[in-house]
């Protein structure tokens, strides 16, 4: 009788790097990176993103900023500008996370970089959960949400990366990447919102705190889906 290969202690067969995924399915070279039109917006909207969130706070004093301190809770201020300054590097880190090129060309810079974003990441979820009590009520419950979520599924990505099964890493990351960007929508929504009628900043607010983090993740399951079975590039 026959035995399979649970039964004699073979080692179960493991993702391989990123690399080898690719090469074991084609022989072709990887596309230029010229040719990921998506890569250059998709900076220019997070560098957009980010200086219109962060210029407001630069160089003025506590009393000045946009969000005054919290007279409850004295380090809602600097725990504030604590997740700015660590989503920020989350926000940079990924672009070079989810750009194919760099990943198969130089591995070591996607590893680094990679890196940066779960320091990013972990510890900017935990202090916007605990600054979340205290910030306005409005959208709290939409925002608390994603910021479990995105920080669920970046340590499950960090962790299956560790584990070295890769297809279940980039999973993970590309639903993390989804979490991370639900920010640009609100800026879309409440400005948007502001300027076509009379619609009250609550109820854009609200929307701009669940929409972004739903239609993400919707959008990266849809494109999970439709391209299951090609080459990871």
Same mark, same amino acid.
């Given at each position: 009788?026959? =035995?399979?290969?649970?039964? $004699? ?9 990123? $690399?080898? =995924? ?5 022989? &072709?070279? +990887? ?9 250059? +917006?998709? !900076?220019?909207?997070?560098? &957009? ?5 962060? %210029? ?7 009393? =000045? ?12 201020? +600097?725990?504030?500008?604590?997740? /700015? ?11 070079? =996370? *989810? ?7 130089? +591995?070591?810079?996607?590893? *680094? %970089? ?11 979820? *935990?202090?916007?959960? !605990?600054?979340?009590? #205290? ?7 939409? $925002? %608390? /949400?994603?910021?479990?979520?995105? #920080?669920?599924?970046?340590?499950? &990505? #960090? ?17 993390? #990447?989804?979490? *991370? /960007? ?17 619609? %009250? ?10 929409? &972004?983090? !739903? !239609? ?18």
């Amino acid at each position: 009788m026959t =035995q399979n290969a649970e039964q $004699v202690g073979t080692p179960a067969p493991r993702d391989d790097g990123p $690399v080898k =995924q690719a090469q074991a399915v084609t022989t &072709g070279a +990887p596309p230029r990176w010229w040719r990921r039109p998506w890569i250059i +917006p998709l !900076v220019l909207v997070v560098a &957009g993103f980010l200086i219109f969130q962060l %210029s407001p706070f630069a160089g003025v004093a506590e009393s =000045q900023a946009p969000i005054p301190p919290h007279d409850g809770f004295p380090l809602y201020y +600097p725990l504030l500008i604590a997740h /700015m300054a660590l989503g920020t590097v989350a926000m940079i880190a990924v672009c070079l =996370q *989810v750009w194919p090129w760099l990943r198969l060309r130089h +591995p070591a810079v996607h590893r *680094v %970089s990679g890196r940066l974003y779960v320091l990013g990441a972990l510890p900017g979820a *935990v202090i916007g959960l !605990v600054i979340m009590p #205290f910030a306005p009520p409005v959208g709290q419950i939409g $925002v %608390s /949400m994603a910021t479990i979520l995105w #920080f669920a599924t970046t340590l499950a &990505g #960090f962790v299956a990366a560790r584990r070295r099964r890769y297809a279940l890493h980039r999973r993970y990351m590309l639903y993390s #990447f989804a979490l *991370v /960007m639900n920010n640009v929508w609100g800026i879309v929504i409440v400005n948007t919102g502001l300027a076509v009628g009379d619609i %009250s900043i609550n109820y854009l607010l609200e929307a701009a705190r669940w929409v &972004g983090w !739903v !239609v993400n993740l919707m959008l990266v399951q849809w494109w999970l889906y439709r391209t299951a079975g090609r080459r990871v590039v």
